[in-house]
């Protein structure tokens, strides 16, 4: 009988194949102004979304655009989606001035005249800052860690509470395209099983727990206690002929996040799970061409005490 053993393809015949493939039409970067919000990847796969910090979206991103893109208080971006075959869509908001009643108003439209080339370069900007952005904060955040002692257990137990949220806020993040009037559904009525999902997950934490709870205890046994509704996609699966009412059993209440719904938050499990075992103190992988731009845009200017030395570039 015959052997067959896998073997992992060359680049070049990876090149081929892509070359005479046709790929599937993906956002690459979907970039919010009003929120400063850089979404990179595609959104329902897990995209990674990033809040830009103040200063570097006025010193690094706000540049990065020219007059013919961006011009503030006359023709401004609303917001922009590049996509992997190099098109984009574009939502501006223009002054426009009413003779009539001698008014100024802004009136929203479709942007066409950019170049998708110009949007790349800008884009390998925005996904630079959001990078080293990522990469300052980590670094923030364990120093912090190391400097805690027994004496700053509320740290402790708020970050119990902190990680809670991070998981809701998470699951709705990915959750969102369920709820559009486009979004596909598999039975009649999945789209309003959707909205009731996530509104019991909004309505799952009070909004001030020091308030809530008497001391860190109490609230400490809330977590514990405190189990998620699983998403209308795992209901099905427990019962297929959903002949059982949804959200109406205890069984249909789960403490882990990836037991409610895998879909949305296995991505960011895995991640966390790499970041814990691969994180270096002292030196961090990265991508060459990512360092280089960094430095290029002197983003130690931005992220105090951002050092280069830090870096491998792979």
């Not at 731009?293 to 002197?298: E, F």
């Amino acid at each position: 009988m015959a052997e067959y053993f896998y073997q992992k393809p060359t680049d070049d015949e990876i090149r081929e194949f892509w070359s005479k493939t046709i790929r599937p039409r993906e956002s690459v970067m979907e970039l919010n102004f009003a929120e400063k919000a850089v979404t990179l990847g595609n959104v329902a796969q897990g995209g990674t979304t990033t809040f830009i910090d103040e200063k570097a979206w006025t010193d690094i991103v706000l540049p990065a655009f020219s007059s013919e893109w961006h011009d503030p208080g006359r023709d401004e971006i609303k917001n922009v989606i590049l996509y992997s075959d190099d098109t984009y869509l574009c939502f501006r908001s223009k002054m426009r001035y009413e003779f009539d009643t001698n008014t100024t108003r802004w009136q929203d439209y479709t942007y066409k005249k950019g170049k998708a080339s110009e949007l790349k370069t800008i884009y390998e900007t925005i996904r630079t800052v959001a990078i080293i952005q990522k990469e300052a904060k980590d670094r923030e955040l364990l120093e912090e860690v190391r400097k805690l002692n027994l004496e700053a257990l509320d740290y402790f137990y708020d970050s119990k509470w902190y990680k809670k949220m991070d998981e809701i806020q998470k699951m709705l993040l990915y959750s969102d395209w369920r709820v559009l009037p486009d979004a596909p559904q598999k039975w009649d009525g999945e789209r309003d099983a959707w909205v009731t999902w996530r509104q019991r997950l909004r309505d799952l934490l009070p909004d001030n727990p020091r308030e809530t709870f008497e001391d860190n205890f109490a609230m400490f046994k809330f977590l514990q206690t405190l189990k998620y509704p699983v998403d209308p996609r795992v209901w099905a699966t427990m019962y297929p002929n959903r002949d059982v009412d949804y959200l109406s059993t205890d069984d249909q209440f789960k403490k882990y996040d990836f037991e409610v719904s895998k879909d949305f938050v296995g991505k960011t499990q895995l991640n966390l799970i790499e970041f814990l075992e691969t994180y270096d103190a002292n030196t961090r992988p990265i991508e060459a061409k990512v360092l280089e731009l960094a430095k290029a845009l002197r983003l130690e200017t931005v992220y105090e005490g951002l050092d280069y030395e830090k870096f491998v570039a792979e």
